[in-house]
């Protein structure tokens, strides 16, 4: 409540809101996707005789790119009133709010065969590409950037977990091979959800108050030294933005996210069918990516500014903690928003299952795996980071060249799915 210190005014937070970031110009494409999608919509004959659903979908990409970042900016500012710790549950909630938001709209759309693929997708994202960037450019000036050993031990059997939980469904499917498959994974499927967001809710008691007096929502003793510079460097900061402000932007922003991410979905199926591309590589790859675009801007951004600058001889002191807080957004997704989403689909008579796709269980896999030993010592590289890239990469173009397992399509849509 930043009692006994100076109160931010509502003209100072919503300047700082407004210049915030450079990506802010975005915001133009929002009424503009907006306006496109309802002219298309009002003329139901030839919804396509103004603007192609392509044009339609490419808008709606961009808009997204702006609230995105908005998030990112607006859960800064509000960590700095709640303390680092709760601070990053809230960042990372925000950070999946796109996702999530793409998830429960294909959901509604009974869109369930792609909802699994992003959902998949999204995962693998954040468990590789997002991390692996952030360790590259991190790196580039360090032998190794340090993590915290507390919550990288407790990521490691969560990881493991979420995706062994795809693993049981598969296995029994795969093993039995008839219609007692198929109604114990329905029934397996309800209990698994509950119990993952029971793990969830668990987790985060004791990653953010763990045993002991005094170590609620603080480091602990034996962080790195940089994790505690980083702490009460954070204690210093000033906020740009009153609470309250921030609090009516956060959900002024999700609240346009929700429709606009509508609009998106909208489109996809026509222009997936005009580009040829695969149902599996739409869900697996772009999709994901095109969430994380404002996200990829601001670091291709980072990388050019931090580059220009070390030619020019402006350096500055590179940060020792690296950035993994999107393994957590990934462990977030895979723990609570997938099985609040098959819980949410079955409550709507909408039935989505924890059995997803061969390919797709064994890719998730192999990057937990992968992911396990980059942190095992609560320690990062660039090289390490380079390498998670160069697996994405590699499950990128294997994708592209997937066209998904059909009986679990079939299984899919078998299912009575009320629209």
Request: negative net charge; aromatic residues 12%.
């Amino acid at each position: 409540m930043r009692k006994g210190k100076v109160q931010i005014t509502v003209l100072k937070s919503l300047k700082a809101i407004a210049t915030s970031s450079w990506l802010n110009i975005f915001y133009i494409f929002i009424p503009i996707s907006w306006a496109f999608h309802f002219t298309n919509h009002q003329n139901a004959e030839e919804p396509e005789e103004i603007w192609p659903f392509t044009v339609t979908f490419a808008m709606s990409l961009i808009a997204l790119v702006p609230l995105e970042r908005s998030l990112e900016y607006g859960g800064d500012q509000i960590s700095l009133y709640c303390g680092k710790e709760i601070g990053d549950l809230i960042i990372v909630t925000l950070n999946n709010a796109v996702e999530a938001t793409l998830a429960i709209i294909l959901l509604v759309k009974c869109e369930l065969r792609l909802l699994q693929s992003t959902i998949v997708g999204v995962v693998l994202l954040h468990l590789l590409f997002v991390p692996g960037i952030a360790f590259i450019i991190g790196g580039a000036k360090l032998i190794y950037q340090s993590l915290s050993p507390h919550s990288a031990q407790l990521n490691h059997i969560l990881l493991l977990m979420g995706v062994l939980t795809l693993l049981l469904p598969t296995a029994l499917f795969t093993t039995l091979q008839n219609s007692d498959a198929v109604g114990a994974g329905s029934a397996n499927t309800m209990v698994s959800a509950i119990i993952l967001l029971v793990v969830y809710t668990y987790s985060r008691i004791f990653l953010y108050n763990p045993p002991g007096e005094g170590n609620a929502f603080r480091p602990l003793p034996d962080a790195p030294t940089a994790l505690l510079e980083e702490e009460r460097a954070l204690l210093h900061e000033e906020p740009e933005v009153n609470q309250w402000v921030c609090i009516v932007f956060l959900l002024t922003t999700i609240a346009i996210i929700a429709p606009t991410a509508e609009w998106l979905v909208d489109s996809i199926e026509i222009v997936r069918s005009n580009s040829q591309i695969q149902q599996e590589w739409f869900g697996l790859i772009l999709l994901p990516l095109s969430s994380f675009a404002a996200d990829a801007i601001l670091a291709l951004g980072y990388f050019i500014r931090t580059t220009a600058r070390y030619v020019l001889g402006w350096k500055r002191p590179p940060t020792r903690v690296a950035k993994a807080r999107s393994i957590d957004v990934s462990i977030q997704f895979n723990l609570f928003w997938l099985p609040f989403i098959i819980l949410l689909g079955w409550w709507s008579n909408r039935p989505m299952t924890l059995l997803f796709d061969t390919f797709e269980v064994s890719i998730l896999i192999g990057a937990c795996f992968l992911v396990n030993f980059v942190t095992a010592d609560a320690k990062t590289n660039w090289a390490e980071g380079a390498t998670m890239v160069a697996f994405y990469v590699m499950i990128a173009l294997t994708a592209w060249f997937y066209t998904g397992d059909v009986r679990i399509a079939a299984l899919l849509s078998s299912g009575h799915c009320s629209e």
